[in-house]
Structure formats: C-alpha cells, structure tokens
C-alpha cells in the first residue's frame, strides 16, 4: 500500500507487487523471485524510468485480464513471444 501511495500520490518510482504483479513477473521472466521484495526490485531494475509511473497498474491489469493465474490467455496476450513462461499455451 506504501508503494502504490508513493507511486500514485506522489510520483515516485516505487513497484508494488500484489498477486498479479507476483505471477507476471515470474512467469514472463521479467523479474523472477520467490519473494514479492525479490519481484519488486527484479522489476526496479528492469523497467525504465519512464515507465515506472504507470508499469505498476499496467502489470496488474495483464495479470487481472490477460495472464490469469488458472487459465492465462496466451493465445490473447500481446507479449507472448517475448514470455519465457515454460507452460505458456502458444
Ligand atoms: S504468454 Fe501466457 S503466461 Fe506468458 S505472459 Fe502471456 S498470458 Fe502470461
């Protein structure tokens, strides 16, 4: 909650990392970790500094939407050639 504060009130650079965040980050490859810390600064380092801003809702609609924990919708998903997720259906 700090971090979506920081981010959303007061522009800072911040990653929160919730279930969705989790997930996609691990399964794209992005920033693996058994932790949602390890995810969090995973994704710290890998997004751009002009895109922290928003990466953070961005990653949560794709995993809301799109990268669903039960049944993800690959066939869907715009990133699916980038994703290094072994069990991706496409
Ligand atoms: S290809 Fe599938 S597993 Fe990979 S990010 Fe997209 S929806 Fe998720």
Known sequence: TANVVLNMAFGQHTMAVDTHVFRVGNRTGLAPGNTPL???????RVIPAEFMLHAHHW????????????KPRCEACLINDLCRWPEKTV
């Open 38 to 44: 390890e995810v969090e600064l995973g994704l710290e």
């Open 59 to 70: 990653l949560i609609l794709h995993g809301r939407y799109t990268c669903l924990a039960r």
